[in-house]
């Protein structure tokens, strides 16, 4: 039995990796399973939330009572967002966003050439959707900011500095890179304090003790 410590909210979540067109049936992606993304968004429901799931293309069932959204690339995800994110209390930027999209991505599929020539491929940087989200927090109707980040090393220090650039009261690091795919993580959370480990467990059990979490926290932060 979970309580309902979100009664009344509305949270944003995006989860899932993103893909990137290189023509209509080839692209470029990332080792994203959406399981820590669609775990939030499930606990943050059992919680009582009304929430919407940004998904990027994941195998996952959607989660009882959550309105899913589904977008491919991170250009479309950021639409997604930017067009549902006015009105919500909490953002959960899970998502394992592409840096990088392919300019000018090819209509028709690219063929092999006789001569052995391989595609020139060039890229140009996706938007930084939570950073977009972050830097409006202090305008009404947007919200409490919770990001994500994935290091392979140095994460007690990367974490602490990724939370201040990304402008951020709240960010949640993963113990190393094996957690794409897993059913289990062990995560770290940094805030204003300092930071806190919770435990290796599952990701479901871990999304509710980050949904307790996020709940005291915004009890104390202005919400419109
Ligand atoms: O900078 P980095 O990609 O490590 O930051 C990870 C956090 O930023 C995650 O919460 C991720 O969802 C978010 N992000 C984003 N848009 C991007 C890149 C990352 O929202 N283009």
């Excluded at 990796?17 to 080839?26: K, L, N, Q």
């Excluded at 059992?46 to 899913?68: C, D, K, M, N």
């Excluded at 947007?142 to 990367?158: D, H, I, Q, T």
């Excluded at 709940?215 to 919400?223: A, V």
Aim: contains cysteine; hydrophobic residues 40%.
């Amino acid at each position: 039995f979970q309580p309902k410590v979100l009664a009344g909210k509305r949270i944003l979540v995006t989860a899932g990796p993103t893909f990137e067109a290189i023509d209509p049936v080839r692209g470029i992606t990332n080792l994203s399973s959406g399981k820590m993304g669609y775990a939030v968004a499930r606990a943050a429901r059992e919680a009582g939330a009304e929430v919407i799931l940004v998904s990027g293309p994941t195998a996952l069932p959607t989660p009882f009572g959550v309105q899913r959204l589904n977008v491919q690339s991170a250009q479309q995800m950021h639409d997604a967002v930017m067009a549902s994110v006015h009105g919500q209390h909490v953002f959960i930027s899970v998502a394992a966003v592409a840096d990088w999209r392919v300019v000018n991505p090819s209509t028709q599929k690219v063929k092999k050439t006789a001569d052995g020539a391989v595609p020139d491929l060039k890229f140009e940087q996706n938007p930084d959707i939570l950073a977009t989200v972050a830097a409006r927090t202090s305008l009404a109707g947007y919200p409490y900011c919770v990001g994500f980040a994935a290091e392979s090393e140095n994460l007690l220090e990367y974490g602490a500095a990724k939370r201040e650039k990304k402008g951020i009261p709240l960010l949640v690091g993963n113990i190393g890179h094996h957690t794409f795919g897993q059913d289990d993580n062990t995560i770290i959370l940094f805030d204003e304090n300092g930071h806190t480990i919770l435990p290796r467990a599952d990701k479901l059990t871990l999304a509710r003790q980050l949904i307790s979490e996020i709940s005291k926290r915004i009890d104390k932060h202005s919400l419109f």
